[in-house]
């Protein structure tokens, strides 16, 4: 038996100010659209911007729905809209701010499984890595260099016979 460690490197800043500009600008474009997230269910609010190549920030915000499994996540909701908008153009990262309506956020929420699986399927299609900043109301901003970092193993169209 072999035993293999994975892991990833994270990138923790303590202010927004420590951040790029474009960077700083995307976060807060998240920040705005967790405001406008249809989540009378959960009361959890996230909004994500994405930053395509072209210069383009595409926005997305969680929207619930009483058949949770018919909800979609904020960052679905952008990427999806990102492929449909501009396909072909590439995604240079994504940004994620989370809110609780029930109690004060001082962790960053990453991308869940679901999430996690369609992001990774545009970076694998584009050929070149995602970066993920991520952000609560309050506390530290999590940012790592490509969202494989947080989907070690992922499954993609190469199990499928694609290359």
């Not at 994405?50 to 990427?79: F, K």
């Amino acid at each position: 038996m072999k035993k293999k460690q994975i892991g990833f490197e994270l990138s923790i800043f303590e202010t927004s100010d420590e951040l790029s500009k474009d960077e700083k600008k995307l976060l807060e474009t998240a920040e705005a659209a967790r405001y406008d997230a249809y989540a009378p269910y959960s009361n959890f609010q996230v909004g994500a911007a994405l930053l395509l190549e072209n210069g383009q920030i595409i926005i997305g915000n969680n929207q619930e729905n009483a058949s949770y499994p018919s909800g979609l996540c904020a960052e679905r909701v952008a990427v999806f809209q990102a492929g449909a908008r501009y396909p072909g153009v590439a995604i240079v990262s994504i940004a994620i701010s989370a809110a609780s309506k029930e109690h004060l956020l001082e962790v960053p929420a990453a991308p869940c499984g679901n999430c996690r699986q369609s992001i990774i399927e545009y970076e694998q299609r584009q050929k070149s890595p995602i970066t993920l900043i991520m952000r609560a109301e309050k506390g530290p901003i999590y940012s790592c260099t490509s969202v494989a970092d947080i989907l070690p193993l992922a499954f993609g169209s190469s199990f499928l016979g694609d290359s």
